[in-house]
């Protein structure tokens, strides 16, 4: 069968972003305020949105004939000194509210006004539920309103419903301990990815083919990283996939010709839903505990998690772990010309970590270098 456009894997994402819950059941004020309760319990941990329609008119905010768009523009920008402000006039789809909502940990949504791919579900006798039955796609919890009301039998049948706990309204710990639970478990499992580079000018050869180790240098990695890694993955181009044949599990670059960050975008490409953590070939002197102590203080909320680079100026991007939500911002910098992956770390909210030793990110361009690297690492086992 033809197939016109290509397969691609990808992202697991709801009208607004991955992690979205729609509170319905009940008025608007009580959605407001559960959500601001739970903005209040969680905002030190992650990034919370929400989302809701204005229930005034239009016309009513402050100033409205002064705006650019009452004017025929289509886009304001204001800067409101504590925050900061889009105004749009068209009508957002999904695709566009995603990428406003790329970096958010959980969104919040009112389901008296929109959808989302999983809801919380208020029993209150002031709104129909039997009204937003095609809503109801993925009920994760139910809330009751008092102590006066009960489950209604159309609810009962929904699919799964012993398994779905139930809360008083009033239980704004009891409900953020849920949430906080629910984000846990989606956190994204890491995958591992050798940034095996290919022929190098100054070295003269493939440096992942170098031996320090008593293995080439691509094995030593892809070893390293499958100890702390779901799975892990050669990244090389096509004459390498060639040559790697079955020995070790490959991405074959598919964005071409932009080094490291090819590799990375081609990985994220491979499985978006995954953290990706990616190491350069030629860093010699990198041992498991750098790796180790990576994972143990990565920060899922952030785009990246990285080092400070051995002058303590910048991130370091030859080990760093992207988060899924980094697979639109390496996009966003590839589109406006800029293939640096540090240039990326450097403007996006990450996690700057000190490295355990960063003589583990000196790496080795040239034979001399490659002479000396494994001369001081036969020195330090002996």
């Not at 181009?237 to 975008?265: T, Y």
Request: net charge negative; hydrophobic share 35%.
């Amino acid at each position: 069968m033809h197939q016109k456009h290509a397969k691609l894997a990808r992202p697991d994402l709801g009208e607004f972003g991955r992690n979205e819950i729609a509170i319905l059941g009940t008025t608007c004020n009580n959605i407001r305020t559960l959500a601001n309760s739970l903005v209040k319990q969680l905002s030190s941990s992650s990034k919370i949105a929400y989302v809701d329609a204005d229930h005034k008119d239009a016309g009513s905010s402050d100033n409205i004939n002064d705006t650019t768009i009452a004017n025929g523009g289509f886009l304001e920008y204001t800067n409101k000194i504590s925050f900061q402000r889009l105004d749009f006039k068209n009508d957002l789809n999904s695709f566009q509210r995603r990428a406003i909502f790329n970096d958010q940990d959980l969104i919040i949504v009112n389901g008296n006004h929109f959808t989302a791919k999983a809801q919380i579900v208020v029993i209150d006798p002031v709104k129909n539920l039997e009204k937003k039955l095609e809503q109801l796609t993925d009920i994760r919890l139910i809330l009751l309103k008092d102590e006066t009301v009960s489950i209604p039998d159309f609810l009962k049948r929904h699919e799964g419903f012993n398994e779905i706990p139930v809360l008083s309204l009033n239980d704004e710990n009891g409900i953020a301990e849920f949430i906080r639970e629910l984000l846990s478990k989606r956190i994204p499992p890491i995958n591992g990815l050798v940034l095996s580079g290919g022929l190098s000018s100054r070295m003269k050869k493939d440096k992942g083919d170098l031996n320090y180790h008593g293995v080439s240098q691509r094995e030593y990695l892809y070893e390293l990283l499958s100890k702390h890694c779901n799975k892990a993955f050669i990244s090389c181009n096509a004459e390498q996939a060639v040559e790697l044949g079955g020995r070790l599990p490959f991405i074959q670059d598919n964005f071409l010709h932009l080094g490291p960050m090819g590799g990375i975008l081609s990985a994220l490409q491979t499985d978006p839903n995954a953290a990706w953590l990616t190491i350069a070939c030629d860093l010699p002197y990198l041992t498991e505990r750098t790796i180790e102590y990576l994972v143990a203080n990565r920060n899922s909320s952030k785009t990246a998690t990285a080092f400070l680079d051995p002058s303590g100026d910048f991130p370091e991007p030859l080990i760093t772990l992207w988060e899924p939500k980094s697979y639109f911002v390496l996009l966003q910098f590839l589109s406006q010309g800029y293939s640096c992956p540090r240039k990326v770390l450097i403007n996006s909210d990450i996690l700057l970590l000190k490295a355990p030793n960063e003589k583990e990110f000196l790496n080795a361009n040239s034979p001399e270098q490659y002479e000396m690297a494994v001369s001081e690492l036969r020195q330090g086992e002996k």
